[in-house]
């Protein structure tokens, strides 16, 4: 009786030896993934940069128009320049670079690495001939529709060179600013030499300085200062969406305009990529639908790059997901520094032997 | 020694089943179809070229050994999976006979344990499993060595290897019969712990599919038992492909297994001296 009892302890010994020992030997399953933290709101620092950054002065309001006190009676705030003088038409895209913040983050110094490698005096050069250095001298670069700003410090810049040798003529504008131009064609126009304005035409770069002094209403489809966080952020309208699509993807490009009426993009780079894009939409049905056939593209392209041995794209996928939040949804995706640093690996290889010693 | 000669009896009783013999007419033919059909010029061919040449016109002379290579892969291969198959199939019936009605009363009147029994039924069955894994792969291996001169191991070493992964399995089947006495049942829970076995193999690479948490602990806690069945396999592959073995790996797969079979036989014995008959 005694030996019939002994025979489950035995079994459960068994199979408690059987799992010790095939635990012993197997491939350990995948680490813990480290946790990326999203960028989903102005943080403490961007709080402190963004208010840094407000240097041009409230617009003063018309003698005509109407008073009304703010809340609590507070004054009107100062304004960031580089974000006053993005002259964003409506349906145009917006997206803003942190230059500086990129050039010191994991991803930017393993960039500048790679590029260096490849010629080394790359960035000399760029200084010597324009007096700009784009480690130092740029801050942020913001492009909307076909015009391109640049905050930085550009005292240092050879404007006058450009002038000497006849590529372009100079006129002042405004209180602080000057318009570059060789024609009808392209424009620059240079504010206070911290801002400078890449516009297709003259017209456009007169915008950004007349929007910067209060000549033109800065307008409502620019990026609002509290959304400017993270390293690289922006807002395409829906329209915009339709307008990355080839020809042959049109009506699938239609389909995602109609759903998402505004895409809002911010990425975090200082150390691990995180990027979040937040698609907004009247149609609560075709969001949900879209949030589901992306997690379902997502989880599929997963399989899919595990079965093709595609490390990189699985790491991608890894990290990737979809969160519908009802009305709106966001696609996360993110790169862990590790990562980046083994897709960089290949520059140290090509990295030229150094020269022999004398 | 009493279950030793449960298991002899059981492999007599085999002798004379017809659904035995029929399995075992089938791997003799296949064994006559691969001796007869199989297509070997290219490696005639080359080994002529070689002797013909002297190395002289021929761009790379590879050892037969590995030229043959991918047929014992595919050998190699055949005889694990087919190994295990045949085993589920033919074994299905012997525990359920044995806890048949009227065989079974004259079974425990005999001076035998209940647990002789069960194990001398779990041995015979794995010595016919053995003995029919080893007639494929040996019998593969000497129909190539009659074709190209060349004996390799691989089939044998993938009959082995297949028949310690059937005694997990085998051991699931038994329980079964005791839970339930029928054949078909028995299959199946044979066939269920094939696929549990093969997922078992991935665990490590289907956990992240489950979300973090009581699910996928769930997962690993059961899965961490279960015989590794896609290890064994690729050790069988590995053979066959010229690649070492390594043996602690080795050690710890094929030791699981057994003591993974021998776990749930343990369990089956606990059923079955219980049961009232």
Redesign the interface.
């Known amino acids: 009786m005694r030996r ?1 009892r002994l ?2 302890p ?10 010790g ?10 680490p813990p993934r480290k946790v990326v933290r999203f960028p989903s709101h102005m943080r403490d620092t961007e709080w402190k940069r963004q208010e840094a950054r407000q240097s041009l002065p409230p617009l003063a309001a018309p003698a005509t128009a109407p008073t009304t006190p703010r809340p609590g009676g507070d004054p009107p705030p100062r304004r960031d320049p580089f974000l006053v003088a993005l002259p964003v038409k409506p349906g145009e895209p917006v997206v803003v670079f942190e230059a500086n913040a990129l050039r010191h983050s994991r991803l930017g110094e393993l960039f500048i690495a790679c590029t260096m490698v490849d010629d080394p005096r790359a960035i000399a050069t760029f200084q010597e001939e324009t007096g700009v250095d784009p480690l130092k001298d740029i801050d942020r670069i913001g492009v909307a529709g076909g015009s391109v700003v640049v905050s930085g410090f550009f005292d240092r810049a050879r404007w006058d060179r450009l002038v000497a040798q006849g590529k372009l003529g100079v006129t002042p504008y405004g209180e602080g600013g000057r318009i570059y131009a060789d024609g009808p064609g392209r424009a620059m126009a240079v504010w206070r030499d911290q801002l400078v304005v890449l516009a297709p035409d003259e017209a456009a770069a007169r915008l950004s300085l007349d929007q910067l002094e209060g000549r033109a209403p800065v307008p409502e489809a620019a990026i609002p200062e509290d959304l400017a966080y993270g390293e690289v952020y922006g807002v395409i309208p829906g329209a915009a969406v339709q307008r990355l699509f080839s020809p042959a993807d049109r009506a699938l490009g239609a389909k995602l305009a109609a759903a998402a009426s505004r895409v809002e993009l911010h990425v975090d780079a200082m150390e691990d990529v995180a990027a979040v894009v937040r698609v907004e939409g009247e149609d609560r049905a075709a969001l949900g639908d879209l949030a589901r056939t992306l997690g379902g593209a997502l989880a599929a392209g997963r399989l899919q790059a ?1 079965a093709g041995s595609d490390q990189p794209l699985v790491e991608l996928l ?1 990290a990737a997901r979809v969160v519908d939040e009802g009305g709106r949804l966001s696609l996360e995706l993110a790169l862990p520094a590790a990562t980046l640093e083994r897709w960089f690996e290949g520059c140290a290889g090509r990295q030229a032997p150094a020269s022999p010693a004398p | 020694m009493r279950a030793v000669a449960v298991a002899l009896d059981l492999l007599r009783e085999a002798r004379s089943r017809k659904w035995t013999l029929a399995l075992l007419g089938g791997a003799t033919l296949v064994l006559l179809l691969v001796a007869f059909g199989l297509e070997l010029e290219v490696v005639d061919g080359a080994l002529a070229a070689s002797r013909f040449f002297g190395g002289g016109g021929v761009h790379e002379i590879r050892p037969v050994e590995v030229a043959l290579r991918p047929l014992f892969e595919g050998v190699a291969s055949f005889v694990f999976g087919a190994g295990l198959v045949f085993g589920v199939l033919a074994c299905a019936d012997f525990a359920p006979a044995l806890l048949a009605p009227g065989r079974i009363e004259h079974l425990l009147s005999l001076p035998l344990r209940r647990w002789e029994l069960l194990a001398g039924t779990y041995l015979g069955v794995l010595a016919l499993v053995l003995g029919g894994a080893l007639y494929g792969g040996v019998g593969l291996s000497l129909v190539i060595l009659t074709k190209t001169g060349l004996f390799g191991w691989a089939p044998a070493a993938a009959a082995l290897l297949s028949a310690v992964a059937f005694s997990a399995v085998y051991a699931v089947m038994v329980l079964a019969a005791v839970v339930v006495r029928s054949a078909a049942f028995s299959g199946a829970a044979g066939g269920a712990s094939l696929v549990l076995f093969l997922v078992a193999g991935y665990r490590a690479e289907l956990a992240p599919a489950f979300a973090p948490g009581l699910g996928r602990s769930l997962f690993l806690l059961f899965t961490a038992p279960l015989p590794r069945l896609a290890g064994l396999a690729r050790h069988a592959f590995g053979l066959a492909q010229g690649r070492g073995v390594e043996v602690p790996l080795l050690l710890a797969q094929l030791g699981g297994t057994l003591l993974f079979g021998a776990a749930v036989l343990a369990v089956a014995i606990a059923l079955f001296e219980r049961k009232d008959f």
Do not use: I
């Not at chain 1, 035995?10 to 799992?19: E, G, I």
């Not at chain 1, 020992?21 to 995948?30: D, N």
């Open positions: 019939r025979w489950l035995a079994a459960a010994l068994l199979l408690l030896l059987s799992a020992l095939l635990s012993l030997v197997e491939t350990p399953a995948e595990k890894d």
